[in-house]
């Protein structure tokens, strides 16, 4: 082969290989799941994503952090929620990320108790460590969360503030199992899961004066959660009434309203 | 006691005397035919004297007691202290199954009188034919079109004064030799009734039609092919007892029988049935202030829909020799049934409820009973029987199934049980005309859809709130029946006492102590332990004129729950009869009275009850029949206008009182 046909050789080769890499371009990961909000600041984009518009109670998110309209894949990402009621601020219990390599999507998950509901008072702030650059920025999302009635705050000794949250689920007639957050605070930011507490719940039904039987005190699962098993004998509106002992003998009681489908 | 009681309807056919003298054949042990009594020259022929026709006055006589919801209307029958599932009732032979959870649409509410060749009435556990029964069963069996007979029609309207109650029977049948048919239609309906006091029972009316249509087909020389379907729609059935009422019952009863002579020994009879029955109830018309101030669930609405359907097959064959009778019947069933109930407060700020009191339970049994009767010599007969189930219960509806399993978790759902009962009886003649009888039974049923999977229904008496439980055990009886009869030409007597020890007595068990919470007391159903019931039945006829004849009864019934020591709830007191029958054939005249002593032994925790009084009722009847073709009967049911009710009656509904009834019937 003369050296003329090489050359002809490698020129078809290396236009065949052009072609392919312009005209089969690797299409952007696609994400099912629904954008809540983003922000911008020092180039850094966050993207809060969840499975449902976001609610009182337990949520579980997904955050992309991008860098100049880039998906970083190594970055250290931590989720600060701040509540600014005016005269004061304040956070809520949060799951973490538990790894600085997201899924293959870009997404790191992440799980936030809101306490309160609020439509423009909540800012999701995002912290972003891009391992590439070693830079630190802090991009704060803003939320909408609404109301449903799964979050109880109750006081506690001294300082100490309790949260217990229900985990809201698609109630319906025959045994359910039921979850319990609980979370103690003393200044609002700094949010510690109880796991040594005794739970009692009784699952009623006012409007009929009976309740039921079968049901199953929740019991502790680490990280905070309870789960017991409560049995929704018909449709309708039921209460769940949650007696929480702490391991220093404190008491406490909430009432849950919850419908039955 | 009466242990096998055949009472023959009105106007019997020719066909029908065959069959009773084969029933009689076949139950030679201890049968008392009283229609066929010659001693009772009725040509009334046991027909009730009210004019409403309803089979629970049939029942009565019979020897059944009903337990009472409604105006004449539905009544449960009971039987010597056994009721639901302890029994068993049947149509032809199949099982037509309640769809109202609160017993407001029993199968004998789909059978009207007219309709009915004989309603055989079983009290000695021996009739294994058509299901499992701890001494009672009932079988009503249905008219069938005659071949070879002229084409007939017959029209019968009746009323009464008491709740304007009235009624339209028009029947038409005929056949030529290789078909008959055969078609009836039954309008029954009241307004409010009045009771003895005077007093009007709001909402104790109700509307009723039933139509029967059968056909007979000679498909060879020893075989036919008969086919029947029962439509029955009752509307609008007030049940003051209760605290709702039927908006609409319907039921769809069909089937088709096989019968075939192979030999002059050998018969058999294939039935292949279906039938379903839907109920629906509301207390839509029940005034603001009851909703509001009742006991149970006020503030609301609660209209519950229920449905069940049943297919089965009966094979019956029997085998008659000089000596022997040996007769087979395997009978399979598949029963599905559904009951829901909505809640609708009057609150329009609380939600509407919904809750399954039946969440598709699904029942398939298959049973064989064998009975083999001997004539050991001229005067001593045995008979021996036997039965035996297998049954697959199981509920489909999810959702119920989590309810059901929360209440009873690690429990089972699905069952596979059986159960087995035999009999050995004895009839002796003494003398000529002077017999003794004697049976001794072990008997056992399985519980029933409604004690395994019954989920949250309400008792009205007794204000509790029953749930079922899916590992109930069978009860299990033994029974010994005891009795001696005698006959000439002018006077017939019999006298019998029976003992039954039932173990494992299913009942409604005080399980939740709901005294602190307000809510209504909650049972599970569970086992009392051991009940034991005994009782005795004495009647006699006497011819005392060639045109009068007098018939006495009385039936006494004691119950106990021995275990738990308190009475057995609904039983009947002591009850007795005395009739008097005058006339000949174009004209006669009845005098009946009913008397019932006081019921002072009251359950106090099976079923709390209260005590009732002791009560009298006669009722007089005049019949004509200036031809044979026309029938004019005029009667006052109540005379005395006794205000009173039975113990066996829901929440002291009381009896009717005095009505005056005109009826005309008429053949062309």
Redesign the interface.
Known sequence: MSSFQIFLLALVALSVVGCSSTTDPVPPPTIDKLLISSATDAGYTAEVYATVALAEGYNPLFVRVLHNGVALSDAHVTVVPDMDMGTMHHSCPVVQPNDSIPDSTGLYNCAVFFTMPSATDWKVGVTIHDHRTDTTVTVHVPVSVSANGNVRIVQGAATTKYIFTLLSDGW????NDVKFNVYRTTDGYDHTPVDDASLKMVPT?P?????????VHPSSTDGGWYTG?A???????WQLDLTVTTMDAQSFNAKYQI?VH | MNVVVTITTLLLFSATVARSQDTLRTIVVREVVVEADPLLKSWRLNRPLSSSGSVDDLMRLGGLTLIQRANGFAGEASMLGLRGGQMNTSIDGMKIHAACVDKMDPSTAYVEIDNLSTLDVSSDATDLRYGQNLGGSVNFTLKQPALNTPVRSVIDISGESNASMRRLRADVSGGTPDIALRAGYTLRSADDMRSGDGTTIALSGFTKHNLQIGGLWKVGDHDNVSAVLIADLATDVGYPALIMDTRKAQALIGAVTWRSVWSSFVTTSTKVYANSVDHSMDDYDRPLSEIQNRAFMPNMYMPMVGTTAVYGLIVESAYAASEDILKVVIDGTYLAATATMSMMPLDTTVSSMQLTNIGDARVSTLGTSISWERMLSDDLTVRVGTRVDLSSRTIEDNQFRSVLGGYFPGMELDRLTGALSANVSAYYTIAEGLNVWSVLARSERMPTHLELYGFWLYDPQANIVTIGRPDLSNEQAWSLDIGTSYRDEDLSLSISGWIRTINNYIAAVPTIDTSTTGEPPTRTMGSIGTADLMGFDARATVRVLPWWSMQASVRGIWGVGVTIDDPLPLIAPVQASIRAVVGERVLQGELAVFASTAQNRISRSILPEDATASWARADVLIAWRPIAELRIQASCTNVLDTFYHEHTSINNMPSRGRSFNLGVRAEL
Not at chain 1, 172 to 175: A, L
Not at chain 1, 231 to 237: H, I
């Open positions: 319906k007639v025959g045994m039904m409007s009929m004066g009976h309740g039921s039987m079968g049901n098993r049995n929704f004998t018909m449709t309708g509106d419908a």
